[in-house]
């Protein structure tokens, strides 16, 4: 009998001494995020602006007309690409609205049809915790977009 004791007591310290996965802490990775966006603003001394969203954006050509709107279709240009200056996607012409593309992609609507915006994404309005065809989960993204046209 003690010996299955002493057998049980064993696999109970086993089994406890386990390391457990720690949960994912979102307020501890958007402190991180918004710490390497200051580091990379920094560094390649651009002024951006923080919006009530999260995303850090720069207006580089502001465009004419009327602003797109959070249900808007819109066509653009656009490169994206990981802190490190990996570009992970380019493309022309590229159509879609709002809900069609990560949550950051909103701050667009700062600029009008003609408008060049660099928009530096916190991973929580990115991909999150989760990697995506070859972006590391807990990427802060970067995209240079230009906003050729939309309508609502």
């Known amino acids: 009998m003690k010996r299955y004791l002493l057998i049980t007591c064993f696999f109970i310290a086993a089994l406890s001494?386990?390391?457990?996965?720690?949960?994912?802490n979102a307020a501890k990775q958007a402190a991180t995020d918004d710490a390497a966006i200051q580091a990379y603003i920094k560094a390649?001394?651009?002024?951006?602006?923080?919006?009530?969203?999260?995303?850090?954006?720069?207006v580089i050509t502001p465009g004419t007309g009327a602003y797109p709107n959070a249900n808007s279709t819109?066509?653009?240009?656009?490169?994206?690409?990981?802190?490190?200056?990996?570009?992970?996607?380019?493309?022309?012409?590229?159509?879609?609205?709002?809900?069609?593309?990560?949550?950051?992609w909103e701050a667009i609507t700062h600029i009008n049809t003609g408008g060049r915006i660099l928009?530096?994404?916190?991973?929580?309005?990115?991909?999150?915790n989760t990697a995506n065809q070859g972006i590391p989960a807990n990427s802060v993204l970067i995209f240079t977009i230009d906003l050729t046209g939309f309508s609502n």
């Open 44 to 58: 390649n001394n651009i002024t951006a602006t923080k919006d009530a969203s999260g995303v850090y954006y720069a």
């Open 74 to 104: 819109i066509t653009v240009n656009y490169t994206g690409k990981l802190l490190n200056g990996s570009v992970f996607d380019s493309e022309s012409a590229f159509v879609t609205t709002f809900s069609g593309v990560i949550a950051g």
């Open 119 to 128: 928009l530096l994404i916190p991973s929580a309005l990115g991909y999150g």
């Open 17 to 24: 001494a386990c390391k457990k996965d720690t949960p994912f």
